[in-house]
């Protein structure tokens, strides 16, 4: 094929230019509903982005994205390994409270010994979390969404329970834990945070979540651990023909999948949280991760990406009642975002009927081929 | 006995000048068509020929790009499978358009269900249905569920649907290719009432032998082009092959005559059981040695698909031995399989051989992956993969060239089948198992890879060929062991055997 | 005894409270996945629902007007879903994520801008859904009093259950669902049989959408009096999950709903008596739901085609 590739073809076939076009969509419906509340259009995504573009509302974008970057990666993790991890919710919950426990009861640790426990405790935690539903499934065959449901709410009232054992439980009023132990905080230093005027929240945890991107990429694309989770996860019939032991692979994704979920508990609470409420709704960290995940398309990098668009959306959104804007409008334009990613994939269809097209063609002019060949001889 | 129903005065069909393009693609390019009543007419080509393609327009499920097509006369516009329904059309689509977990009855009267209020009438459809069976000869069970029934008990089914809506005109897509010889007899004896009955049937295939049984005429179609019409009894057989391929084709596989070595698989009482937990292989014997072709022979279900999966580790036994160059692999994991000596060409190429969303050179390192020089250390050589990849790509003819990086799915079969077979042959096992290596694929690729079997035997490999293929089973094996009911009753020399006993005992009964 | 037999009575109540919306949703999800479309959008069908519900039914007066109204806009949100998965061959999950994230971001934001509050206002007695039994039963008695708290329950809870019997009847004995069944398992055989899948299924995800909003309608309408965010709060993937552990199909999902339901209910009587830590308590339908799917359910057999986007060749 020689013949120079036209803009529609152009459009059509550039994943990357449907995530934005889907993204301008989403905000073209916000537009509409800001206008049909009579709202200026104008004046809302003027503070939607003015709030993310100063260093201060910028450095918030970033220490709002850590958590969804990582939990997005869990995800996509998932994705590119044939499970669909709804469970991340429940291991994010698991892996948070893991690493508070670890930060509260290990006050008396030095710091660079009681983050890496941290992070380690939570990420067990969510490890186990992914494992115990991928159990379920490869010895009973209960099915993994059913399971990481339930496990969902298990989480949930778990880390509820422990948040009220008298040990952990906040010696105030607040329906808190302790905070965590200082040392256990990724927070940056106060006069650092003050002579660049960042967040007070500021916290290098988008340093873990950076090189959690850059591992995930590695093992997916460059090991031999990626290629038998991949196998698995785009046909497990030829991988176990191939020699691959599928069910320790199922074990092996839902765990990684689980301890970057988990992990990215552990950054939401050392970097800003600090302590967790007892809540009485699901936070819904796991379900941004598939959100993240969808619009980054599982690549890790484009998780990454858009993780922190994420995090500016939730951070410029909050600001948006400032000027009588419903903040709600922001899960109207995420939402409309990915619906429209999901409609996108007609476009992966047509390409798939014309690449069908194409082998046909192809077949033929190599029988062709074949038949001038004998005529010579 | 042929043409003797034909009323060559009454056109039921006429398909005049077809085109078919998708996109740049034309798939059929000016094709003509006429069937009578009362007529069998079978269209020939090899695979993407365009015959699917032609019938499908038939059928109403695609539309022409130009070109009429006529029905009893009369020209008809078919946009949708109802048009072409209520014009009396009926298609057995080769893969069964059948509802699994329904019953014979839902299945055939599904889309025209009888009613009675709000509610189905089930009683008045199984009434129905068990009428029209006993009126064509095509006797099934009416309350069994399509999952539960024999492939051929299916096909059945199919052409009661087609009759159910009225169908005089019936297309046969490939039926042939999973049915067993008894049930290749019925069939065609099936076809031979229905013309008698005033019925036409087309009927799609690739199979020269069953053309010469059962067809008046044969349109042959290569590469979506129209080459001509013929009355079968006036052809032989190598006369449609040279027009179906465009040249000549050889059937016979040169095999040099040579002394078996030592046993390289030896299974004994083998017990397993099948996916609903009966028994299916029931203490079986067999020996595979160096050197030569072992052919199993066997009607769909007398235990050959679970015999092959446990010696290669994709099922659990219940007892037995299976020993490969004296290592018991029985109950072993696919790999340790492998690793002593097992490679095989799966039935099922999409589903066990490949994964088609890996590229080529992925799939070709599918056990190897975790070994030098594909990998070091865990961590995948790209350089090594991609040479090996060119390699293979150029030494097993694998079209087109440069795809070491293009998806497995985006090539035709017979390319899939070469990837398979460039791994396994390169993984220079001392067994290698093929089972129905050859289904699907077109004249030519057949050729090849009955060739890359042959020299696999020739270099002293033990081969075990399983297929449903009698023809391909004869020519192949030194030795056809004939399976019935989980074990093996016959054994004899490939060069004695003929079809009829063959069939015969593969149906359980004895050589008389 | 009479602790026992009233302690009984408050637990069945609470199973029938708890069951209810679960088993709308549930039966929407039936038609949907059965059809071979996954809708995991339910709980944003649902959230739609719970909203609308209330709003017209505080408008209108009339409470049955809302819970129809409920439905409609979980049937709206089922087109949306329908239009992306079944016209445009979408993939189901996605789609299904975006309307979760779509429902309750519109409806919340109606809510912001109707009454400045993420709250809606709440029914007064006479605008909720009727109790139908209340005062039929003599309350002196033991046995009296058994009857009147199991029957305290509102009006959609009985219909519920009618719609179960109903939804069992089309499924398996109307030649609407004999075809919608073939959908979910074999689209192109129906295709050849003159069915129109596209249509089949579109109609099947809108009802689905209706279900769950009739769902959403009676968890504001008659167990609360009001919408808030929290209202809606993982009730569409408990549904789901009951339709995995009836093997999809609509009986097997009522007993799925009224297993969580009826662990639901017993938390409510030993979260008030027992002395056991209440979110330890709260675990129990959850923890209960798997070891019941591990003992005596197993394999659910999901429909052949589900979640694979039918296309048509041109």
Not at chain 1, 101 to 119: E, M, Q
Not at chain 1, 202 to 221: D, H, Q, R, S, Y
Not at chain 1, 244 to 260: H, K
Not at chain 1, 345 to 365: D, G, M, T
Request: one cysteine or more; charged letters at 15%.
């Amino acid at each position: 094929m020689t013949k120079k590739k036209g803009f529609l073809e152009f459009v059509s076939e550039n994943r990357f230019i449907h995530i934005l076009l889907s993204i301008l969509l989403g905000f073209l419906v916000g537009a509409i509903f800001l206008a049909v509340m009579g709202l200026s259009v104008g004046e809302a995504y003027g503070r939607l982005i003015s709030s993310v573009t100063s260093l201060k509302g910028f450095s918030y974008v970033v220490v709002y994205a850590i958590p969804y970057i990582v939990v997005g990666l869990s995800v996509a993790f998932s994705f590119k390994t044939g499970v669909f991890n709804i469970g991340a919710e429940g291991q994010f919950v698991v892996g948070s409270m893991a690493a508070a426990v670890v930060g509260i009861l290990g006050a008396a640790l030095p710091k660079p010994l009681l983050i890496p426990l941290c992070f380690l405790a939570s990420m067990a935690a969510g490890a186990i979390w992914g494992i115990i539903v991928g159990f379920l499934k490869t010895k009973w065959g209960i099915n993994e969404v059913l399971s990481m449901i339930m496990f969902n709410w298990v989480a949930f009232y778990l880390s509820n329970f422990i948040a009220g054992i008298p040990a952990i439980h906040s010696d105030g009023t607040a329906e808190a834990t302790k905070n965590i132990s200082a040392n256990a905080s990724t927070l940056l230093s106060k006069d650092f945070i003050n002579s660049l005027g960042l967040c007070p929240t500021a916290n290098w945890g988008i340093l873990v979540a950076i090189a959690a991107t850059v591992l995930v990429w590695f093992v997916i694309e460059k090991t031999t651990l990626g290629y038998e989770l991949k196998a698995v996860g785009a046909n497990k019939f030829a991988a176990e023909y191939g020699g691959i032991n599928v069910n320790r692979s199922i074990l092996t994704a839902l765990a990684i999948s689980g301890a970057l979920a988990g992990l990215g508990g552990a950054l939401q609470l050392m970097g800003m949280g600090s302590r967790i409420s007892i809540f009485s709704s699901q936070e819904g960290f796991g379900f941004a991760g598939i959100v993240v995940a969808l619009i980054g398309c599982s690549n890790p990098f484009g998780v990454l990406i858009a993780g922190v668009f994420y995090g500016a959306l939730m951070y410029g959104g909050s600001k948006l009642n400032l000027v009588g804007a419903p903040t709600q409008l922001i899960n109207v334009i995420v939402g409309t975002v990915v619906f429209f990613i999901a409609i996108s994939v007609i476009f992966e269809n047509l390409k798939r009927i014309r690449s069908r097209a194409n082998r046909n063609a192809e077949a033929r002019a190599i029988k062709k081929a074949d038949e001038q060949k004998e005529e010579k001889k | 006995m042929a043409k003797q129903y034909v009323d060559m005065n009454t056109p039921v069909i006429e398909m005049r000048n077809i085109v078919k393009k998708f996109g740049d693609f034309t798939a059929n390019d000016g094709i003509n068509l006429t069937v009578h009543k009362g007529e069998i007419h079978a269209i020939l080509g090899e695979n993407g020929a365009g015959k699917s393609t032609l019938m499908n327009q038939l059928y109403g499920l695609l539309k022409p790009t130009s070109g009429d097509i006529l029905v009893n006369g009369k020209k008809i516009e078919m946009n949708n499978p109802r048009d072409a329904i209520a014009a009396g059309i009926g298609m057995v689509h080769q893969h069964f358009m059948l509802v699994q977990p329904f019953t014979v009855t839902e299945n055939i009267v599904l889309g025209t269900e009888p009613t009675k209020g709000l509610s189905l009438d089930m009683v008045t459809a199984r009434k129905n249905v068990v009428e029209i069976s006993e009126r064509y000869g095509l006797s099934i069970d009416p309350d069994a569920r399509i999952e539960d029934i024999s492939v051929g008990m299916q096909q059945r089914v199919e052409i009661l649907k087609a009759l159910y809506r009225g169908a005089d005109i019936l297309i046969l897509d490939e039926p042939t290719s999973s049915l067993t010889p008894q049930e290749i007899v019925e069939l065609i004896d099936i076809m031979h009432n229905l013309v008698k009955d005033g019925k036409s049937i087309i009927i799609i295939t690739h199979k020269l032998k069953e053309i010469k049984e059962s067809a008046d005429f044969c349109t042959i179609i290569r590469l979506g082009k129209y080459i001509g019409t013929v009355d079968v009894e006036t052809v032989t057989e190598n006369d449609l092959a040279s027009m179906m391929v465009g040249r000549n084709v050889t059937f016979k596989v040169d095999k040099p005559a040579q002394e078996p070595g030592e046993v390289v698989l030896d299974v004994q009482d083998l017990h397993c059981l099948d996916y609903r937990g009966v028994e299916i292989v029931r203490g079986l014997d067999l020996q595979v040695r160096r050197g030569e072709i072992i052919g199993i022979a066997g009607i769909d279900g007398n235990g050959q698909t679970e015999l092959v999966e446990v010696i290669t580790g994709l099922r659990k036994g219940t007892s037995g031995k299976v020993l490969v160059n004296g290592v018991d692999v029985f109950n072993k994991s696919p790999n340790f399989g492998f690793r002593h000596g097992v490679s095989s060409i799966p039935a099922d190429r999409q589903k066990h051989g490949l994964v088609l969303d890996f590229s080529i050179e992925d799939n070709l390192i599918l056990q190897n992956y975790g070994k030098e020089p594909f990998s070091d250390k865990n961590i995948l050589q790209r350089d090594p993969i991609f040479k090996h990849a060119s390699q293979s790509i150029e030494k097993y003819d694998i079209r087109p060239g440069n795809s070491e990086k293009r998806p497995a799915g985006t090539l035709s079969g017979g390319n899939q089948q070469k990837v398979i077979i460039a791994r396994e042959v390169q993984n220079d096992k001392d067994l290698l198992i093929a089972v129905n290596p050859t289904r699907g694929l077109d004249v030519g690729a057949i050729e090849y890879v009955h060739k890359y079997i042959v020299d696999q035997r020739n270099k002293g490999k033990a081969v075990l060929l399983v297929s449903f293929e009698l023809d391909e089973i004869m020519s192949l094996s030194d030795i056809i062991d004939v399976i019935f009911d989980g074990k093996i009753v016959a054994s004899i020399p490939g060069k004695d055997a003929n079809e009829n006993d063959l069939g015969l005992m593969m149906a359980g009964g004895k050589k008389e | 005894m009479t602790n026992f037999v009233n302690n009984l009575g408050i637990i069945l109540y609470a199973t029938l409270i708890y069951t209810t919306p679960l088993l709308y949703a549930a039966l929407g999800s039936c038609f949907s996945e059965v059809s071979g479309v996954v809708n995991i959008g339910i709980e944003g069908m649902m959230t739609a629902g719970a909203f609308t519900g209330t709003v017209v039914a505080y408008f209108t007066g009339n409470p049955w007007i809302g819970f129809i109204c409920g439905g409609l806009a979980g049937a709206f949100f089922g087109m949306l879903h329908a239009i992306a998965t079944v016209n445009l061959g979408a993939d189901q999950t996605i789609a299904g994520t975006a309307i979760n994230m779509l429902g309750p971001g519109i409806v919340i934001m109606i809510a912001k801008v109707m009454f400045n509050s993420t709250d809606t206002i709440p029914l007064e007695a006479s605008m909720k859904i009727p109790r139908l039994f209340r005062g039929v039963f003599d309350t002196t008695t033991v046995f009296g009093r058994f009857m009147d708290n199991v029957f305290a329950n509102y009006a959609s809870t009985y219909l519920v259950f009618i719609a179960v019997a109903i939804v069992w009847f089309v499924f398996y004995k109307t030649r609407f669902g004999l075809r919608l069944r073939a959908c979910g398992e074999h689209p192109q055989a129906c295709e050849t049989l003159g069915i129109d899948v596209i249509k089949m299924r579109f109609a099947c995800v809108c009802i689905s959408g209706f279900l769950a909003g009739l769902g959403g309608a009676c968890v504001t309408m008659a167990i609360s009096t009001q919408f808030r965010p929290i209202s809606i709060v993982g009730q569409g993937f408990i549904a789901i999950a009951a339709v995995i552990f009836g093997k999809f199909r609509p009986h097997g999902a009522l007993l799925g709903c009224l297993l969580f339901g009826f662990c639901s209910g017993l938390k409510v009587v030993l979260g008030g008596s027992s002395g056991i830590n209440m979110q330890l308590i709260s675990m129990i339908p959850y923890v209960v739901t798997v070891i019941v799917l591990i003992l005596f359910v197993g394999k659910s057999r999901v429909p052949s085609a589900n979640g694979k986007p039918f296309v048509k060749a041109k």
